[in-house]
Structure formats: C-alpha cells, structure tokens
C-alpha cells in the first residue's frame, strides 16, 4: 500500500508538472516542456520555498494571476547569473581558443547563447578587447527572458564586485588592469560605452526560434544541461546552422557520437568543450 501511495503521489507531481509547463507556454509564451525533468524538479521546488506554496497546482494558479509572481518564476527558471570573471580556466581559453579564431575573419561575430547576464557578456568584451579583436566585431547575446534582456541593457555592477574580481581576472592571464575598462559612479559600475556598444541584447528562444544569422563563433555554455534528448538535438542542429565552416563553438557539455552533426566538428583540446566546425 505504501509503494502505491507513493506512485500515486509522484503521478500527480508530474502531471502538476505538465499542466504548469503547458500554463506558462501558453500564458506566456515561454516553453520549458522539453527541458531535463530532473532539472525542472530542482527548480520548481526552489520555486515552491521561494513562493510559499505546498503545490504546483498552487503556484500555477498564483502565477495565472499574479503577473509579478509570474515574472519570478520566470527568472527563477532562467540561466543563473554569472559573476565577472567567475571562471578564470574559461576566460583564458577565450584568450587562447576565441580570440585567435576570430582574428582572421574581416568582420565576426559571435553569438552568446541563453547568456548568463552581465557577468558573462562583459567578461567575453574585456577578454577579446584586451586580445584586440573587440573593436571589429560585433556580440550578440541572447535570452529567451525578455525582462531580463530590457534590464541588462542599461545594467550597472556594485563596485565591490568588480573588486571581487580582479584576482579572477588576472588569473585568466590578463596584463593589464580590470578597472581600466570600467566606469564608476556613486559606487556602481559599468563597462565603457566603447565596449558596450560591442554588445548587441535581444530577445531569442532556442527552443522556438529559427537561426537568425550566421556567426563566427558560438558559446552556449549555460543551457544545454538543462534541455531534454529531443530539444538538446534541436539546438545543436540550429547551432550548425548557423555556425560559419572553421568558426568555433563552445559548449556546456561535449558532444556525443550520436548528436546532430557531431561528425562536422573537430575538438580543440582542453577543459571545457570547444570544436571547430570542419564540415
């Protein structure tokens, strides 16, 4: 009897499951009903403590009528921000594996998909600005979440996390100084507008939208975990195609044998999965 109450109550879970994902797809046009189920458990019950509801049937019927809960729940279900420089390994592939990629091309540019914010955009405009292939590209870097996008569009960091990460950054192999790249005002920061006006914002589902451009390079490196079998395949078949024959790509996750156009990449060798499309 035990066990049957407990396959009972796991049903109910997901199909409380289903019918909030089915909610928020066409309530508000968001579509988490292909990600990683495991994932999705772990952030809706995040989701629960943080709304002080017992049940997804009650934090879908808050978010149907509560726009600001609504809009919790989709930053709660967003990429975590990252923090400037938060991986020192990663920046300095981007020195050794991006910035020499892109050098040869006569005007790239690279595609930041589902990206964690402005920890992650600035960082890649410090690091190519510093490798000197800023100033001949363009970054676009795109979130499914379109309150998001609107705020980093003007977005500012306290000083003390730009303070943070000097250590970060000289340890990415930086020779110069952070804050040279920054403005500060009343104890907040924010990238020149040199660089800024590198970084282009908008608005993009990898898991509805169409490739909308071609690029030099790609990195995805905080969305891929979190997509089930079917729509991971789907983004890595947008990706080649919008991926230019010899641009780059990097990844949260190596490629499989048995992934979408897996044979059209060679490896660069290193940490975190960066392939150069061959084919």
């Known amino acids: 009897m035990a066990w ?50 017992r049940t997804l049937s009650g ?14 729940l989709l930053r709660q279900l967003a990429p975590a921000p990252a923090a400037l420089f938060d991986n020192p390994g990663h ?7 991006l910035a020499p990629s892109l050098s040869g ?19 890649l405009a410090v690091v190519l600005a510093e490798e000197g292939v800023l100033d001949r590209l363009d ?14 569009q003007d977005a500012w960091l306290p000083l003390s996390h730009l303070e943070e990460a000097h250590a970060r950054h000289a340890a990415s192999g930086a020779a110069g100084a952070l804050m040279a790249h920054f403005e500060v005002r009343d104890g907040m920061a924010r990238l020149r507008a040199e660089l800024r006006r590198r970084i282009t914002w908008s608005q993009y589902s990898l898991v509805t939208d169409a490739s909308f451009n ?15 079998p079917v729509l991971r395949q789907r983004v890595l078949r947008l990706f080649h195609d919008s991926l230019a024959r010899f641009g780059v790509l990097c990844l949260d996750r190596p490629l499989a044998v048995s992934d979408a156009h897996a044979g059209a990449y060679q490896a660069i060798a290193g940490e975190r999965p960066w392939y150069k499309r061959v084919g």
């Open 139 to 152: 970054i676009h870097a795109t979130l499914a979440n379109e309150e998001l996008v609107a705020q980093m």
């Open 105 to 123: 091309w006569p005007l790239p540019r690279v595609w930041v998909a589902e990206c964690a914010g402005i920890g992650e955009a600035w960082t």
């Open 214 to 228: 071609e690029f030099q390079a790609i990195v995805c490196c905080h969305a891929l975990a979190d997509f089930g």
């Open 4 to 53: 049957t109450g407990l396959a009972a109550g796991l049903a109910v879970e997901e199909l409380e499951t289903e019918l909030l994902l089915e909610a928020v797809f066409q309530r508000f046009g968001h579509d988490f009903r292909a990600w990683d189920r495991a994932v999705l458990r772990a952030r809706l019950a995040q989701a629960l403590r943080a709304h002080g509801v």
């Open 91 to 97: 920046a300095a592939r981007l020195r050794a594996v």
């Open 59 to 72: 934090l879908q019927e808050r978010i149907l009528h509560d726009g600001a809960a609504a809009a919790r």
